[in-house]
């Protein structure tokens, strides 16, 4: 695994706004950043990522299922009460999923380390699915890259046969689309969903999450007065379960994307539990609960992560008893889990996370997030990668 140095392609920020990547800078601060790239050979792609992808998947699901027939590990993972038999139904009726993103640390040497599972709202889809392979289209057809460079990228592909295939199994209905107002990394997120979509065949619409209401029998409904019957929010459900229409989720009738089983695997608090049934397995590190920090033994630093957190928010380092914060954030308030410790690796000035995809339990492809940081958050900037 190394981290090489690429000359930009010319005018590439015009061709982001043909089409349509309008958050590639954000903030005044670059995003997208194609001065360098990383490189992989075709044995660490598929030992080191692709396989232990699809094993912690199938690890992650068996912790589902140990956690939903408990209801003191329901109240481990922070489920309200009145919804942990709308979490079990989904789970018992098999209702489907579309994808996942893994986390893992990794150097090019030795297994990968599983930081946490992103199985609800994960982002950069687009830039994984289609930009960085047009970018490595785009590179070779210039001579920049050598004519048989490789990606681990089938993302979009499996995500229009995937989509295809939900369509079959919810007949009769349209696909509603909907993520937040002002975030303009999940609109094009959800967008690039949409054009999936469209791939597929699958009638669809879009709804920004403020602008959800409901009818005179209490169904979800859009602007358009439209019963919403299956929906795909970028937007999650620890978050749904504590608004004041979350009453209305058991009855609605909606199909979700992504499913209400995944309040289990979106969670911190899984990190623990694979810990527990998994000892040793040489892609996990060793994670606890709060109280059972005695468990942890002699492990002189940990990482303290809140059970519930996104882009890396509110990450402390425990050394010794003494907690350093990390980064900030709004999040905390239901607990926290550890992990030991096991910083990214570093490449020159940067910390490098790999985020491994998953769709319909297939390994779909990885996408590559560095910062000068340890920590990755939502402005941590996005590198395109190759197999050679």
């Not at 899984?270 to 942890?296: C, T, V």
């Not at 709004?330 to 000035?349: A, N, S, T």
């Not at 990755?376 to 996005?382: E, L, P």
């Amino acid at each position: 695994m190394l981290r090489l140095p690429i000359g930009e392609r010319p005018r590439w920020q015009e061709r982001a706004r043909e089409f349509g990547f309008h958050f590639h800078t954000m903030y005044g601060q670059p995003y997208w950043d194609e001065s360098a790239y990383y490189q992989f050979s075709l044995e660490q792609i598929e030992r080191d990522i692709e396989d232990p992808t699809e094993e912690i998947h199938q690890m992650c699901l068996e912790v589902v299922t140990q956690v939903l027939e408990d209801e003191a590990l329901l109240q481990r993972f922070c489920i309200p009460a009145q919804y942990w038999d709308f979490v079990r139904d989904s789970w018992h009726n098999g209702d489907p999923s579309l994808y996942s993103r893994l986390d893992f640390a990794y150097s090019g040497q030795g297994p990968a380390k599983l930081y946490e599972n992103n199985a609800d709202t994960p982002t950069s889809l687009y830039e994984t699915g289609f930009w960085q392979w047009l970018w490595l289209q785009d590179n070779v057809d210039r001579r920049a890259l050598p004519l048989q460079a490789d990606q681990f990228n089938s993302l979009q592909e499996k995500l229009v046969n995937r989509l295809r295939d939900l369509q079959f199994l919810t007949p009769g209905r349209e696909l509603h689309f909907a993520c937040c107002r002002d975030t303009e990394e999940d609109r094009g997120t959800v967008q690039y969903l949409q054009d999936c979509a469209d791939q597929a065949g699958i009638a669809n619409h879009f709804v920004f999450i403020e602008d959800i209401g409901r009818d005179a029998q209490g169904r979800f409904s859009d602007l358009r007065d439209q019963v919403i019957t299956w929906m795909f929010k970028l937007y999650p459900w620890e978050f749904m379960f504590r608004e004041e229409f979350g009453a209305l989720l058991p009855n609605s009738q909606v199909r979700w994307l992504e499913p209400p089983w995944k309040a289990i695997l979106s969670n911190k608090a899984l990190l623990p539990m694979l810990w527990k049934r998994f000892p040793g397995h040489p892609n996990l590190l060793p994670s606890f609960f709060e109280d059972e920090l005695h468990l942890a033994g002699d492990f002189s630093e940990l990482v303290k992560k809140p059970v519930f957190s996104r882009e890396g928010a509110n990450i402390s380092i425990v050394r010794g008893g003494e907690v350093q914060p990390l980064s900030d954030g709004p999040y905390g308030q239901e607990g926290y889990v550890y992990q030991g410790m096991h910083p990214l690796p570093k490449f020159g000035d940067n910390y490098t996370l790999v985020g491994s995809w998953l769709v319909d339990d297939r390994a779909a492809g990885i996408s590559i997030r560095e910062d000068r940081a340890l920590v990755t958050q939502d402005m941590s900037r996005y590198l395109p990668h190759i197999i050679l």
